[in-house]
């Protein structure tokens, strides 16, 4: 990270998040919620357009706060089959943040603007209160929702072009969702293909990636370890299947399914699990699966969702190109 020039803004926002996250793990495994909720201010679903694009919530499973976020493009006519519908996973450890957040509120909103498309949201719950597989199964049960309320919801969309998206933890549960709809048979829903942004991979192996790139501002190497620490079941280490999908200890069936959708994988140079994202690419094309990699040799993790950046441009140019393609084959 020392080679990249931040814009003052930037580091003064990712100095202060690696204070309250300090702040905030307590020393007995657990988090401080009340104060990273402070923190992370919350925005409410509206219809009134904002930026283009309107929201409405929708809950699954109110015993477990599980719920969706509906973006939808305000140039979108009712039941428009026109666009595709994006699922997308909200990154933070499995641990931190929300559909409800601010940065994945406007995030979101973004995509739905700009790639003309429908984006679910989905609250999932969080870790170290709720360990592995809540957050698979939440992931899972969301999508199963729309795909059996599909109707009911107004959702707009083409219900045949879905994607499953997500950034770092969400882009890891994008791809175990993935896994699990490959052996399920939907009423309505097909999915042509996951967008890994950055996705959080890693295993036992400390990589040179991790090691050069290990002190990340908003990534690094201890706190990879504690999110892990903080998901996985008692006694597990990052060989897990959930952490290592093409580890030691995965076999055929936890890792791909016959019916596996088209990846567009985004890989950034200075991020400390890129080598863990380019075993992922390499086990996706060994398993004969259509994989677009994107690789920047001068982003960090997550940088695309940061305006003073080049990535955040680029990021949504390169999903669009991806989408537009694989919704011209069907």
């Given at each position: 990270?020392?080679?990249?020039?931040?814009?003052?803004?930037?580091?003064?926002?990712?100095?202060?998040?690696?204070?309250?996250?300090?702040?905030?793990?307590?020393?007995?495994?657990?988090?401080?919620?009340?104060?990273?909720?402070?923190?992370?201010?919350?925005?409410?679903?509206?219809?009134?357009?904002?930026?283009?694009?309107?929201?409405?919530?929708?809950?699954?499973?109110?015993?477990?706060?599980?719920?969706?976020?509906?973006?939808?493009?305000?140039?979108?006519?009712?039941?428009?089959?026109?666009?595709?519908?994006?699922?997308?996973?909200?990154?933070?450890?499995?641990?931190?943040?929300?559909?409800?957040?601010?940065?994945?509120?406007?995030?979101?909103?973004?995509?739905?603007?700009?790639?003309?498309?429908?984006?679910?949201?989905?609250?999932?719950?969080?870790?170290?209160?709720?360990?592995?597989?809540?957050?698979?199964?939440?992931?899972?049960?969301?999508?199963?929702?729309?795909?059996?309320?599909?109707?009911?919801?107004?959702?707009?969309?083409?219900?045949?072009?879905?994607?499953?998206?997500?950034?770092?933890?969400?882009?890891?549960?994008?791809h175990h969702v993935a896994v699990r709809a490959g052996?399920?048979?939907?009423?309505?829903?097909?999915?042509?293909?996951?967008?890994?942004?950055?996705?959080?991979?890693?295993?036992?192996?400390?990589?040179?990636?991790?090691?050069?790139?290990?002190?990340?501002?908003?990534?690094?190497?201890?706190?990879?370890?504690?999110?892990?620490?903080?998901?996985?079941?008692?006694?597990?280490?990052?060989?897990?299947?959930?952490?290592?999908?093409?580890?030691?200890?995965?076999?055929?069936?936890?890792?791909?399914?016959?019916?596996?959708?088209?990846?567009?994988?985004?890989?950034?140079?200075?991020?400390?699990?890129?080598?863990?994202?380019?075993?992922?690419?390499?086990?996706?094309?060994?398993?004969?699966?259509?994989?677009?990699?994107?690789?920047?040799?001068?982003?960090?993790?997550?940088?695309?969702?940061?305006?003073?950046?080049?990535?955040?441009?680029?990021?949504?140019?390169?999903?669009?190109?991806?989408?537009?393609?694989?919704?011209?084959?069907?």
């Open positions: 990270m020392s080679s990249v020039k931040l814009p003052w803004t930037l580091r003064l926002v990712f100095a202060i998040f690696g204070f309250i996250l300090k702040a905030a793990r307590r020393s007995n495994g657990t988090i401080n919620r009340s104060l990273l909720n402070f923190f992370d201010p919350k925005t409410a679903p509206s219809q009134t357009p904002q930026h283009g694009v309107v929201t409405s919530d929708a809950v699954v499973d109110s015993s477990r706060c599980l719920w969706f976020r509906v973006f939808t493009p305000t140039c979108a006519n009712p039941k428009d089959t026109n666009m595709p519908i994006v699922f997308y996973f909200h990154g933070g450890g499995f641990a931190l943040l929300s559909a409800a957040s601010f940065v994945y509120d406007k995030w979101c909103r973004r995509l739905a603007r700009e790639l003309r498309a429908v984006v679910v949201s989905v609250n999932y719950r969080l870790a170290p209160e709720h360990l592995f597989p809540c957050q698979y199964e939440d992931g899972f049960d969301a999508v199963k929702f729309v795909d059996s309320h599909f109707d009911e919801l107004s959702v707009s969309g083409n219900p045949k072009w879905c994607f499953l998206a997500g950034d770092s933890a969400g882009g890891n549960l994008a052996d399920y048979v939907f009423g309505r829903l097909k999915f042509m293909g996951i967008i890994g942004l950055n996705p959080f991979f890693g295993g036992e192996e400390r990589t040179e990636s991790e090691i050069t790139n290990g002190n990340n501002p908003l990534l690094s190497l201890d706190l990879t370890d504690w999110y892990w620490k903080m998901f996985l079941p008692n006694g597990s280490d990052r060989d897990h299947p959930a952490v290592n999908v093409f580890g030691p200890r995965s076999s055929s069936v936890d890792i791909l399914p016959t019916r596996f959708p088209a990846t567009l994988l985004f890989i950034g140079g200075l991020d400390l699990l890129r080598d863990w994202q380019r075993k992922y690419c390499e086990g996706l094309k060994k398993a004969g699966k259509e994989v677009h990699l994107v690789e920047d040799p001068n982003a960090f993790h997550v940088s695309f969702m940061f305006k003073q950046l080049p990535e955040y441009n680029s990021c949504i140019k390169e999903i669009q190109d991806f989408m537009q393609k694989l919704v011209k084959k069907d």
